[in-house]
């Protein structure tokens, strides 16, 4: 067959293979049971509007909550890893690519000295039993995608790829949760501290008033011991205190990318607890279908399953291959030479088509597709469990959040009346009106009060953070960044050449909704 007509047989297959219907379900977005709107939507600090889901952590107005958000997405090595996936699952994509195209390309030469048995029953009277042979040649191996096995891989891999780029989204969407958490519980804890620090200079005022009556002779030793039990008890707060402080900013700095320090510089004077808006936009319980990350990847790997199961029956079917084969031959035998090899007429080769066919598989192969079909199942139900639970999180971080209010709004009217309560009663024992009993027990319930009241609004702003980490917000603030830092691209340039697969537009796929060519150019 002539070269031109070669080419043309080539190019006919390539595309007859290329229009071949593929075997195995095609992916449909799997339905989930959503509820209509949340259980709490009738709240007056809550509307349906427009999530502000972007840059959550503007809402507190605080900088250095902004700063400390910055900062992590950053340098946050957790979130760093997820990127580094993301390369990976192009570079998976890229293999999967390269599968449509002839799978064996291989240049082999070789030179060797050969010796034949002079017993062998091939050996023929007069034969060289002895001499040189060398070879050249190219051979390449094409199996046509007649059943779509492999445009099923690049299926399975666009969907992994995704999958690995809505992983990094909810990473991103976690970090920022954890940074605002934890700096909620920084600025909470610090609080506390403050109150507890401020009820000991109360207590030891208290004391001195009972050291004195006793000294005085007015009241018994009993009101000093009392007194020094109280305080004892109070200071005996503060070390725990300082404690769970610091291994909050321990965990803070591990989100900052950064060893364990005082964060001075980042954290600032400050020990307000950030305040929430009077009013939050939650949006509607389907919106989580599009926001959620985690939502999105169960459903990019469930797609990823599904072209799975086309992989695997292919197997069932005969698979069409063309080999091919053409190099050079030459010996030394009789009067010809190894140098003779570069000559036209040593040319050797070899073309033709070919199958194979699994035919008795013993429930082999069947099974097979029964395993991936299983997978698929599971992963379809693991999308569904995804989205009751993101449903889930969102009403116990609503609920959390507006009752928190709600009891913060008692326990300030309860600390107030505390505070009073204290200073009637120190005010009524200096005068010898009442005993240090009373004194005491206003003391330990102020303590008690205020305590309650900081934490609680700690976990207001704590339980606003957990709604918008539930509702998926957060991961929109990457979008025009690249998902790996250019420190980490250039070490990874030097190891391995990554040719255009580390440039950013060849890290974010195309929306779900965009149909994707199966037949594509390699990535070399």
């Given at each position: ?7 043309r ?25 959503v ?22 952590w ?7 909550l ?14 760093q ?38 017993r062998?029953p ?8 002895n ?5 050249l040649?190219?051979?390449a ?54 109150i507890?620090r ?6 030891q005022?208290?004391?001195q ?22 305080l ?28 364990p ?6 954290l600032?004077?400050?020990?307000n ?16 279908l ?14 990823a ?8 029956k292919?197997?069932?079917y005969?698979?069409?291959?063309l ?22 007429r ?34 379809l ?11 889930q999180?969102?009403?116990d ?12 709004h008692?326990l ?17 024992y ?26 609680t609004?700690g976990?207001?702003?704590r ?19 690249d ?14 050449n ?27």
């Amino acid at each position: 067959m002539r070269s031109g007509g070669f080419s043309r047989l080539l190019l006919v297959v390539f595309f007859l293979a290329a229009g071949c219907a593929k075997v195995g379900p095609d992916f449909q977005k799997p339905e989930a049971a959503v509820a209509p709107r949340w259980l709490e939507a009738e709240d007056k600090r809550l509307r349906t509007g427009p999530e502000e889901g972007k840059n959550w952590w503007q809402v507190f107005n605080d900088s250095t909550l902004n700063r400390l958000i910055d900062t992590a997405y950053r340098q946050n090595l957790t979130l760093q890893i997820a990127g580094v996936r993301v390369l990976g699952a192009r570079a998976q994509l890229g293999a999967a690519i390269g599968q449509v195209y002839p799978q064996t390309q291989q240049a082999r030469g070789s030179v060797e000295n050969i010796r034949l048995s002079e017993r062998a029953p091939t050996a023929a009277p007069g034969s060289p039993t002895n001499y040189w042979q060398s070879a050249l040649a190219l051979t390449a191996s094409w199996e046509i995608d007649f059943w779509g096995k492999f445009r099923r891989g690049v299926e399975s891999a666009d969907a992994g790829w995704a999958a690995a780029v809505a992983d990094y989204d909810n990473a991103l969407v976690a970090l920022t949760a954890d940074v605002g958490s934890s700096y909620v519980l920084i600025r909470t804890l610090e609080n506390r501290l403050n109150i507890a620090r401020q009820n000991v200079a109360i207590q030891q005022e208290s004391l001195q008033i009972a050291t004195a009556r006793f000294e005085g002779g007015t009241t018994s030793q009993r009101d000093v011991e009392q007194a020094k039990t109280v305080l004892a008890s109070t200071q005996a707060t503060i070390p725990t205190l300082e404690s769970q402080l610091r291994q909050t900013k321990n965990a803070l700095c591990v989100l900052l990318g950064v060893p364990p320090q005082h964060l001075s510089d980042l954290l600032g004077s400050s020990i307000n607890i950030p305040a929430p808006p009077p009013q939050v936009a939650v949006g509607i319980p389907a919106d989580l279908l599009r926001r959620r990350p985690d939502i999105q990847s169960a459903e990019f790997r469930a797609a990823a399953q599904c072209a799975q199961i086309g992989v695997a029956k292919a197997e069932l079917y005969p698979a069409f291959s063309l080999s091919g084969a053409f190099g050079f031959q030459a010996s030394n035998v009789g009067d010809f030479a190894l140098g003779d090899m570069f000559q036209w007429r040593s040319r050797t080769g070899s073309f033709g088509p070919s199958f194979r066919w699994n035919i008795l598989n013993y429930g082999q192969i069947t099974n097979l597709v029964r395993v991936q079909d299983a997978r698929f199942q599971e992963l379809l139900i693991t999308y569904q469990n995804a989205v009751l639970r993101a449903q889930q999180e969102v009403e116990d971080a609503l609920i959390g959040f507006l009752k928190s209010q709600e009891r913060a709004h008692f326990l300030a009217l309860s600390t107030a009346a505390a505070q009073r309560s204290v200073d009637l009663a120190i005010l009524q024992y200096r005068e010898g009106i009442t005993d240090f009993t009373t004194v005491l027990t206003a003391e330990r319930e102020l303590l008690t009060q205020q305590d309650d009241l900081a934490s609680t609004l700690g976990d207001i702003s704590r339980n606003l953070v957990a709604v918008y980490r539930a509702l998926g917000g957060g991961w929109q603030m990457r979008e025009g960044d690249d998902f790996v830092p250019d420190a980490v691209k250039q070490a990874m340039a030097a190891r391995t050449n990554w040719g255009k697969l580390l440039t950013p537009a060849a890290h974010t796929p195309p929306p779900a909704e965009q149909p994707k060519t199966l037949i594509r150019p390699p990535d070399w």
